[in-house]
């Protein structure tokens, strides 16, 4: 009997919407109420403390002892008067998740409690158990821990946690946040100097992002019943529901009570953080949700973002409820991605992405964003690259899911602004012309995207005044995105003003020198640009035609990072070295094995302990059934037809998952890790899975309801 599976559907219909008490009618009252920013600082540090700090942190420049000293003290103070025990670093170690390791401030020795500067600034964790990709030999096993200023730190429990980047003793990257902070940096220099064409008092230029989270919502009990969940994150079995999103009726629909008493929860606490979260709504499917905050610097954001997707686990327990954020956790169901909405904004206030009704003020806008699209062009392949994860693979190139061609959209009426400006051909612009009238570039309306010209299909779309880089994975940690694209536009950037420059020492009017390097970008990067339906099978022939890289697996899309094009442009900006790059690659091909392994495990030991003999028995049942018709001389040849029909689907699961164990033992004697993800990619993955799946998801149409072991997708994905 399904014992498990029917108490856990049981349970889980007898739940109740739990709503958390507010802590105050307004979010003013309580917002940052648990974190330590630069705003705390100012009210808690001496001006002249304060303005170094704020000065070593807008410069990106390392604080001094002293200044660290009173910080910590200041830090101290406001932990203790929050009822904070212990602090600890918290980083993000290249195994996907946040790290920490918690200290107390209570010294034994002393009997007082402690915070030195150097405890705020660098710790050591035992860093031998984190993925170094062979960077760490065992005899040099010693990370640290080290303070980014320009993060705010935050209560966890009674723990402070303290923001930090994690590199090896010698130097290189551990996590996914030292790099990212110098692609911003790059980013930052690159886009300065070029807004000096237009406006000198430009001296800084942030990139900034707003991550819209997707996610699933699973009762705790149909989760724990379904060990694939538990183990691998996805469902490897389950055969679709009558019902899907054909109705479109829970997109924008009414928010469940119980899910809604859990979003309110968890708002606070993000709002508490300080994370802005600010829209929420039903997505696509049954069961799947989003939040989104509201923009902020990129490397907060990023750090939001992994928190935000902490305390949504966290608080779902208190609902009962499990947080997926699986880019594919049920098949036939829409994905999961998390779209990164980046722009580019100068410390004067402008978004250089925003259109805007000043001539002088488009031109600007158009540098940005005609040099968009190029390093997305010029650069494809390492922005697949960076989204690539063997959740992801189930998303993008798979059959339900958008392609994973990187392409463009930019909308009908910005096509048309750029098509006439590379058409334009060689004007003549005379003296008290009107250049821009003359160009088609004096008037850009602003562009409104409605509904029908937002393109749901674009894994990289122009939405207004930002783009959408939406490819992104529902679980990845977007610093490794965020750091390739922000380290591509940089050297977009770069390139151009060295054209620009070049132009304009041989004599050329600085506006048309602008204006020809754009046109010439426009042409150069056209085939980038697509604005139909990104999911079709049309598009993946005509990609394929224009020669745009279609790259559908993790391992093989990985190769980018280690390609000429890759080592320079990181090279190019000390972001990473060649060796961290390489072994960044090792870490996530090894990365993908695993994961393919485990969901590989996990078919096998559900297929061969849950689901055959459920079907055997049931087979016995049939043959039971076949026998007594023919005993009283009664006609048995459907019920033979059946017994055939689920014979033939128990051989082949069984057959299926003999080979597929074959097949493991004799890859997993490959050492070279590029070559053993590839093969677990191919002749595990793609031979095994859906074959042995379709089988199983057969055998769950056949067998007796009551009897079938495993929740089914009808009962995780409609329960609430
Ligand atoms: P939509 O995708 O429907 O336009 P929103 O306008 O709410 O949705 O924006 C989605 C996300 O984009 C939010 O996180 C929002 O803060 C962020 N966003 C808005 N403007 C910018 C911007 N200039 N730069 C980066 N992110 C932005
Ligand atoms: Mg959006």
Redesign the pocket.
């Known amino acids: 009997m399904a014992y498990l599976r029917f108490k856990a559907v049981e349970e889980a219909g007898k739940r109740q919407p739990i709503f958390p008490e507010r802590p105050s009618n307004k979010v003013s009252d309580y917002f940052g109420e648990t974190c330590f920013d630069v705003s705390s600082m100012k009210e808690t540090l001496s001006p002249d403390v304060y303005k170094k700090v704020k000065y070593y942190i807008d410069n990106g420049k390392k604080i001094d002892s002293d200044t660290a000293d009173a910080v910590a003290a200041a830090v101290k103070s406001w932990a203790i008067s929050q009822g904070i025990t212990h602090y600890t670093h918290w980083f993000q170690p290249l195994t996907g998740a946040t790290a920490e390791k918690h200290d107390s401030f209570f010294s034994a020795t002393d009997k007082i409690e402690k915070f030195k500067g150097t405890a705020l600034v660098q710790q050591e964790p035992d860093a031998s158990s984190f993925p170094s990709g062979g960077i760490r030999q065992t005899f040099e096993a010693r990370g640290y821990t080290a303070w980014d200023p320009s993060s705010p730190m935050f209560r966890w429990g009674a723990t402070l946690c303290i923001p930090t980047i994690f590199v090896s003793y010698t130097g290189e990257a551990l996590d996914y946040k030292a790099p990212l902070l110098k692609a911003l940096e790059a980013v930052d220099k690159a886009a300065t100097s070029v807004c000096k064409y237009f406006d000198r008092n430009v001296s800084k230029v942030n990139a ?5 989270q997707e996610y699933f919502l699973v009762d705790k009990a149909l989760f724990n019943a379904r060990p694939d969940l538990v183990m691998a994150g996805r469902t490897v079995f389950g055969h679709a529901p009558a019902r899907g999103q054909q109705l479109d009726d829970h997109y924008f629909g009414s928010i469940p009570q119980r899910i809604y008493a859990y979003m309110q929860d968890f708002e606070i606490e993000c709002h508490k953080l300080g994370i ?1 979260v ?2 929420r709504h039903n997505e696509v499917a049954p069961s799947q949700f989003e939040v ?4 902020e610097e990129v490397n907060v954001a990023t750090d939001h973002n992994m928190l935000m997707m902490d305390v949504m686990r966290r608080v779902a327990n208190r609902h009962n409820l499990m947080a997926l954020f699986h880019e594919k956790p049920f098949a036939q169901i829409n994905g999961t991605g998390k ?1 990164n ?3 580019l ?1 100068t410390d004067t206030g402008v ?1 250089l ?2 259109p805007s009704s000043s001539a002088r003020e488009n031109l600007q806008f158009l540098t940005f964003f005609v040099n968009t699209i190029k390093a997305v062009y010029s650069y494809s392949e390492m922005l697949r690259a960076s989204i690539a994860s063997a959740g992801n693979d189930f998303r993008l190139g798979a059959n339900e899911a958008p392609p994973a061609i990187i392409s463009v959209f930019i909308g009908s009426q910005l096509s048309e602004v750029l098509d006439e400006l590379a058409n334009n051909g060689n004007i003549k612009i005379e003296k008290g012309d009107n250049m821009y009238m003359k160009l088609g570039i004096d008037k850009i309306p602003e562009i409104i ?1 409605d509904n029908t010209d ?1 393109n749901r299909t674009s894994p990289f779309a122009f ?4 783009f ?1 880089f939406r490819a992104v994975g529902g679980s990845a940690n977007v610093g490794l995105p965020m750091t390739v694209l922000n380290t591509v536009m940089a050297k977009q950037l770069n390139d151009f003003k060295e054209e620009v420059d070049e132009l304009i020492n041989s004599g050329k009017e600085k506006r048309l020198a602008i204006v020809e390097i754009l046109r010439k970008y426009i042409k150069e990067s056209k085939d980038v640009r697509f604005e139909g339906d990104g999911y079709s099978d049309d598009w993946v022939k005509e990609a394929e035609k224009k020669g745009l890289p279609n790259i559908k697996d993790t391992p093989e899309a990985l190769d980018a990072f280690l390609s000429e094009k890759s080592t320079s442009v990181f090279g190019l900006y000390n972001i990473m070295t060649e060796r961290e790059l390489e072994a960044r690659n090792e870490i996530l091909w090894e990365n993908y094995i695993m994961k393919v392994q485990i969901e590989s495990r996990v078919m096998g030991d559900l297929a061969l302990n849950h689901i055959i003999p459920t079907a055997i028995k049931y087979q016995n049942k049939l043959i039971e059934n076949a026998n007594g018709l023919q005993g009283l001389g009664l006609e048995n040849k459907a019920a033979l037809k059946v017994i055939d029909k689920v014979s033939g689907h128990i051989d082949a699961v069984k057959s299926g998952v003999m080979d597929m164990i074959e097949e493991r033992k004799r890859i997993n004697k490959i050492e070279d890790v590029r070559e053993k993800a590839i093969e677990y990619c191919h002749n595990v993955k793609h031979k095994f899975f859906d074959k042995i799946r379709y089988h199983v998801d057969k055998l769950e149409l056949y067998v007796d309801d009551e009897d079938w072991p495993l929740v089914k997708y009808r009962e995780m994905l409609f329960i609430k």
């Open positions: 900034s992002l707003g991550c819209e802005p600010t829209t989104a905050p509201l923009f779209h909405n980046w722009s904004i978004n992405f925003q995207l937002r939405t207004g005044n930002k959408e």
